[in-house]
T-cell receptor
């Protein structure tokens, strides 16, 4: 069965720390991996990764994909209280019999202490 | 603000009833996705439409149906509602079709409570 597993489920760190969030997957017909940040309401897009080994960066956030080992990491450096959120990893499968096209992990709840 | 709008924001109804959730995608986006998010299940993909046609189906119950209209807005119909259908329902849109990997822009969601 296709699945996306995120770890840890929950993380509490102090402001200024660096955190690494993990996402591993087992899916058929992988097409892309996406990271989203969800605060109070709707998820907001962070990164889309399709190629192995190429790091995507946006400010203090970065992410990389390893298609051989089937995982991705999301790094946040110099964390701030505004980074507190649930971080969601999703894998987009090219539609196989039009089923289960996008699978989300359960998310990592990150809390930054001031 | 992602540019995706959803109505209503909140909906409270009784078991056995039927409701319709509405979504307007970002201007120019052709794809619309529907998701259900509950505390125990996380975010679950329900269905995708592209330019009026159903293109992918996920964990959508037979009691649920959706459509995308010529003006590209979409509706999700939920019938014979059960307590377990209480959840946050998100709509997302993206500019491209299902053959191209692309980011999605999420609307603010509709919180459905079934009593």
């Amino acid at each position: 069965e296709d699945k996306v597993v995120q770890s840890p489920l929950s993380l509490v760190v102090h402001e200024g720390d660096t955190v690494t969030l993990n996402c591993s997957y087992e899916v058929t017909n992988f097409r892309s991996l996406l990271w989203y940040k969800q605060e109070k309401k709707a998820p907001t897009f962070l990164f889309m990764l399709t190629s192995s080994g190429i790091e995507k960066k946006s400010g203090r956030l970065s992410s990389i994909l390893d298609k051989k080992e089937l995982f991705s990491i999301l790094n946040i450096t110099a964390t701030q209280t505004g980074d507190s959120a649930v971080y969601l990893c999703a894998v987009d499968r090219g539609a196989v019999n039009r089923d289960d096209k996008i699978i989300f992990g359960k998310g990592t709840r990150l809390h930054i202490l001031p | 603000d992602s540019g995706v709008t959803q109505t209503p924001k909140h909906l409270i109804t009784a078991t056995g009833q039927r409701v319709t959730l509405r979504c307007s995608p970002r201007s120019g986006d052709l794809s619309v996705y529907w998701y259900q998010q509950s505390l125990d299940q996380g975010l679950q993909f329900l269905i995708q439409y592209y330019n009026g046609e159903e293109r992918a189906k996920g964990n959508i119950l037979e009691r649920f149906s959706a459509q995308q209209f010529p003006d590209l807005h979409s509706e999700l119909n939920l019938s014979s509602l059960e307590l377990g259908d209480s959840a946050l329902y998100f709509c997302a849109s993206s500019p491209w079709g299902p053959t191209i990997p692309n980011e999605q822009f999420f609307g603010p969601g509709t919180r459905l409570t079934v009593l």
